[in-house]
């Protein structure tokens, strides 16, 4: 919400200290109406230019019925929240961005989990059954997410 002080105060120290503190505009008694008015609306329109700035980072990447808002680890299917935890997340991110691309699980422990991770590669099966089990409709027949035998795992490309 845009703060405007409105005081008697008018010392250069006052202004600054009023707009260090948290203001969005400073301003001294007598003033006009007009100039009120103007001011008020000059504030409404930064406040509206910024949030225009952050509603369009927040551009979703889109995989047939899913969405997916990397800066909320949000994942969606047809608008309904997946749930998915960070790392099913990260892993699905990784995969979305590339439909069609087959990546090992090496490659996939290496990018989600980390370059030091000292588990087993088989982290990563676990975690595509229970990604398989938030996106497709039967698990057993995956429509989505596709096992690559003897290679690793890749997001079936769409086609419109």
């Known amino acids: 919400m845009p703060i405007i002080m409105v005081t008697a105060r008018d010392s250069e120290l006052d202004t600054v200290v009023g707009l260090e503190v948290g203001a969005d505009d400073y301003i001294t008694k007598p003033f006009s109406l007009n100039i009120l008015l103007a001011r008020i609306r000059a504030v409404l329109r930064r406040v509206e230019a910024k949030t225009s700035r952050e509603s369009a980072t927040e551009v979703g990447i889109s995989y047939g019925p ?9 994942a969606l299917c047809e608008g309904v ?40 590669t088989r982290t990563v099966d676990v975690h595509i059954t229970w990604l398989r089990k938030k996106l497709e409709q039967d698990p057993s027949e995956p429509r989505y997410l596709l096992t690559v035998r003897g290679v690793g795992y890749k997001l079936a490309e769409l086609h419109a």
Not at 90 to 113: C, H, I, M, Q, Y
């Open 66 to 74: 899913f969405t997916l808002y990397p800066e909320k680890y949000v």
């Open 81 to 120: 929240d997946l749930e998915l935890t960070p790392k099913l997340f990260e892993l699905f991110l990784l995969l979305a961005k590339s439909p069609g691309r087959v990546f090992t699980r090496d490659f996939l422990l290496e990018r989600v989990w980390g370059i030091d991770y000292a588990g087993e």
